[in-house]
């Protein structure tokens, strides 16, 4: 490399590697990292009236969905790119993966790059969890964990380290699931109960989380099964024409969103009528609104994941950064000597003759 191509301090942006988030997350802790990021969607989710939203652009297939999530606080702008292909499991492939950028808006310059699979399950974990800690019924200790694949530990650990949660009922149409779940949670402090049928999963739960892959119209929790006064936690739901519950248990609950323009497309309320009345999570975590009101009542968050979450997380790693020094400075800007004379740049970084 010639001294003319060494790249300037304003070509390098900060990138956090798969290896470089992992190391993150055991310096850190993953129920302390999930913890904050929690308070940063928190946070910003009580300035909820400061940002861009919008729907997340999607382009399906009949294979899956490819994403673009985009916000902006007015200082930083944000996006993530993010796939959903469940068949990819069987070849070997995750379901999801995901890399996110955060910019300047005062100059467009990226500050930060990074990937977004490990990244994007915490950040849905925490979520939950904070939901859950606003909605669930007090003193909710057992969780059903309905769809063990890669979300369910941390869906339990964030609910472990935020609403205080003592025990997971583990349930998956694949055992193998259910068994690499309680495999991976065994000795996290956390009593481990794998089941043989959702029903079983659901004895003596307060909080029921479902989470499951296929992109159908799925009924993984019937009317029937959901009793008064429990929190449903609903992630799986994330793309048109893909949902979790019966309809009926929808009429019975007090629905909570992230966005409701996009819930109603991807959510477990595609199911309704376009005005069926749901509450914003932000409402209640601003007090506007209150969130559970009686021991009876059932709670629905349908969670389709927003693009302020993500935005949250990865200003929760930018602000973790400075102090671990886990990223790569990656060469991604051209700047060149005269901002006019880009092609002057190109021109001197020419191979030496000969």
Known sequence: MTATTIPSDKALVPFVSVDHMM?????????????????????????????????????????????????????????KYVNGHPKNTREGLQTVTAFGLLASV??????????????????TAATSALVARYLAPKGAHTMAMIGNGAQSEFQTLAMKAI??????????????????????LSGQGIEVVSCTSPEEAIEGAQILTTCTADKQYATILTDNMVGSGVHINAIGGDCPGK?????????????????????RIEGEIQQLAPDHPVIEMWQVITGKVPGRTSDRQITLFDSVGFAIEDFSALRYVRDRLQETGLYHALDLLADPDDPRDLFGMLQRAAPAAG
Not at 37 to 64: C, L, Q
């Open 243 to 263: 949902t979790e519950l019966a309809e009926a248990i929808l009429h019975r609950s007090d629905i909570f969103v992230e966005y409701p323009p996009q819930t």
């Open 23 to 79: 190391q993150l997350v055991h310096h850190i802790g993953a129920e302390e990292m999930m913890r904050g990021i929690a308070e940063y969607i928190e946070a910003d989710f009580r300035r909820w009236e400061s940002f861009d939203k919008t729907p997340r652009v999607a382009s399906h297939s009949p294979v899956g969905v490819i994403e673009l999530m985009p916000t902006s606080d007015g200082e930083l702008y944000g996006f």
């Open 106 to 123: 005062e100059t467009g310059y990226p500050v930060l790059l990074s990937e977004m699979t490990l990244l994007t399950a915490l950040r």
């Open 163 to 184: 609403c205080g949660l003592k025990s997971v009922r583990l349930y998956d149409t694949d055992p193998a699931a259910t068994a690499k779940a309680a495999r991976n």
